[in-house]
């Protein structure tokens, strides 16, 4: 208790030295609680959006997910509406199939732009396929040609809070009929999924001259059997495409992916914050040695009055464990409030792995750079210790 003392009453008697040798280990611990809950953030916000597509929903998407690619590294995309058409014929009874390809344009309306939207040319089925909902009017059918569903942000820009349905707008040279507004879906990957128009995918070919897919959307008719869905459609699409032009990925194969990719991210970005874990214990180290050398007559006589070399080695192994674990915590405080503060405009999620993950670091990091002063300390001699200058 004694030598824990001595070690609380050395922090207090520097106070600005003892934060400004925290400060490295609080900047630390603060960037590893602050990255990663960042990243955990993305990875429940992805998951969300994920499964509010639906459990039974399938994505077919050009290329193999790890699959070879061409000598210049891009995956040619081979998929063709005629692999659409006879996905839902040959899975009437299993599934609802829809098409999709996807552009950027400019629209405008009036003398307002709308620059960088998204224009999804998608079938009719698209909105049951992957549960889309309008808030208001309706979405196109079969007979319909040059109409469009906006999104929320196109609305807004476009139209402000005057009527919507039933204006018209250019998108990209050709004019278009406002018929709906989807609900908001918001963003991700910083990508606003508002900011989209939706146009019969038979104009958006005609239009951008495009007769290959970017993704094709299955939505099983039950969660029980989207493992026979996947297999079937990978069948068909073989019969026509290689392995390697291809990917049938359900809904539990996106989260798996999206968990391993995030999980990587944590680990590199949490390795790289910690790095400025390693420079504050890098710190202590030194000011611990500074202090050694400060207190060599205090040391001497210590040890002359009977002091073991032991309880001088704890004496500062326990300051430096203190100042890297007092900055453990407050960089935990911090890296907690300004993620909640972030939260307002992003999603972030402080994991409870990360905050013990923060503070066994910073504590360790204090005992590794500590022990080499200590150490140094308890091997002074006395004499020569109660004899410097």
């Known amino acids: 208790m004694e030598t824990i003392n001595s070690a609380l009453t050395a922090i207090l008697a520097n106070k600005l030295r003892s934060f400004l040798t925290m400060l490295g280990i609080v900047i630390g611990v603060t960037s590893v609680i602050l990255l990663i809950s960042l990243v955990t953030g993305l990875k429940t916000y992805i998951t969300n959006q994920i499964q509010e597509l639906g459990a039974n929903l399938l994505i077919v998407i050009p290329g193999r997910i790890g699959g070879a690619r061409s000598p210049g590294g891009v995956q040619a995309n081979r998929l063709e509406f005629k692999d659409a058409v006879n996905l ?65 942000t196109v609305k807004n820009n476009l139209f402000g809070e ?31 999924l508002d900011n989209s128009i939706y146009i019969p995918i038979s104009s958006s070919q005609k239009q951008f001259g495009i007769d290959r897919l970017n993704t094709i959307y299955i939505s099983a008719n039950s969660a029980d059997s989207v493992k026979d869905v996947q297999q079937k459609a990978t069948n068909l699409l073989k019969k026509r495409l290689s392995e390697d032009e291809f990917t049938v990925q359900t809904q539990e194969q996106t989260l798996s992916t999206i968990s391993q990719v995030t999980g990587v991210l944590s680990l590199a970005l949490g390795g790289i914050a910690a790095i400025s874990l390693i420079v504050g214990g890098i710190g202590i180290m030194n000011i611990m040695l500074v202090s050694v050398t400060e207190r060599t007559r205090e040391i001497g006589l210590r040890k002359a ?6 309880d001088i080695r704890n004496q500062f192994l326990i300051e430096a464990i203190t100042l890297s674990g007092l900055g453990g915590i407050i960089g935990i405080i911090l890296g907690v409030v300004i993620s909640f503060i972030i939260g307002r405009f992003f ?34 001699d006395p004499i020569e210790a109660l004899r410097h200058e």
């Open 162 to 192: 005057g009527k919507t349905t039933g204006q018209i707008i250019d998108v990209a040279g050709i004019k278009y009929t406002v018929i709906g507004v989807l609900g908001p879906r918001g963003a991700i990957f910083g990508i606003d």
């Open 88 to 152: 839902r014929s040959k899975l009437a009874s299993e599934a609802q199939v829809s098409a999709a390809i996807q552009r950027n344009a400019t629209l405008k309306f009036g003398n307002k732009l709308d620059k960088g939207v998204a224009v999804f040319g998608v079938e009719t089925t698209y909105p049951q396929v992957i549960s889309l909902k309008l808030t208001e009017g309706r979405f196109f059918n079969q007979s319909d040609r040059k109409v469009a569903v906006i999104g929320t």
């Open 347 to 380: 999603t972030t999620t402080v994991p409870w792995w990360s905050v013990i993950l923060s503070f066994g670091f910073s504590t360790l990091v204090g005992v590794i750079f500590g022990v080499a002063p200590a150490i140094r300390a308890s091997r002074l």
């Open 305 to 310: 009055v009977g002091a073991k070399p032991k």
